[in-house]
């Protein structure tokens, strides 16, 4: 499974959906996952790939992870990814 597939089955079940409904222009507010979902898809995203998401609940607007779509997510975890390979 690849990053992309990996991190759609993640925004998935945050959002009690099937991945093929995910698509990658929605954004997380489009999937009904609030601000608690988007914590524990983070979580699960460090825990999947094994990576440290620069990520701050309090301050999402400061984050340099870009939550603004589930492409721009995908995006941004593949870049972590490759950074730490």
Do not use: W, Y
């Amino acid at each position: 499974m690849n990053v992309r597939e990996k991190v759609i089955e993640i925004i998935a079940e945050q959002a009690v959906l099937e991945p093929s409904d995910v698509k990658p222009e929605h954004t997380l507010e489009d999937l009904g996952i609030d601000s608690l979902g988007l914590v524990e898809s983070i979580f699960a995203i460090e825990e999947a790939f094994d990576i440290s998401v620069p990520f701050n609940a309090n301050a999402p607007e400061e984050s340099e992870f870009d939550i603004s779509s589930v492409e721009a997510i995908i995006d941004a975890v593949t870049g972590l990814v490759s950074q730490q390979a």
